[in-house]
Nanobody, 124 residues
Framework: QVQLVESGGGLVQAGGSLRLSCAAS????????MGWFRQAPGKEREFVAA????????YYGDSVKGRFTISRDNTKNTVYLQMNSLKPEDTAVYYC?????????????????WGQGTQVTVSS
């Protein structure tokens, strides 16, 4: 049974930081590219960041570049999203996802498995 479980979300003031974690089980973790997406109420799901199989290639959405950092630890089957300089517009449900396909890493349909999401709320 494949499971992706996010943690680390919560309420933070503008300018603050949070680190999200996504623990994967039931799959060979190193065979999957890992990504983060987010969705705010009334808006489409948005690409945030992705990392290739061993961490050699990293991609960010324009709205978070320079503020967020994605990383992975294949010994722990975990992918992380460090979020700094948070803004109210970062408020959303954040989803972890795993892709066993190549190419189009920013495209939601390339991801096979999804976590349940974790709420991030940025005040002020």
């Amino acid at each position: 049974q494949v499971q992706l479980v996010e943690s680390g979300g919560g309420l933070v003031q503008a300018g603050g930081s949070l680190r999200l974690s996504c623990a994967a089980s039931g799959l060979t973790f190193s065979n999957y590219r890992m990504g983060w997406f987010r969705q705010a109420p009334g808006k489409e799901r948005e690409f945030v960041a992705a990392v290739s199989w061993s961490g050699g290639n990293i991609y960010y959405g324009d709205s978070v570049k320079g503020r967020f950092t994605i990383s992975r630890d294949n010994t722990k089957n975990t992918v992380y999203l460090q979020m700094n300089s948070l803004k109210p517009e970062d408020t959303a449900v954040y989803y972890c996802a795993a892709s066993d396909y190549g190419g189009a890493i920013r495209t939601m349909t390339r991801y096979t498995y999804w976590g349940q999401g974790t709420q991030v709320t940025v005040s002020s």
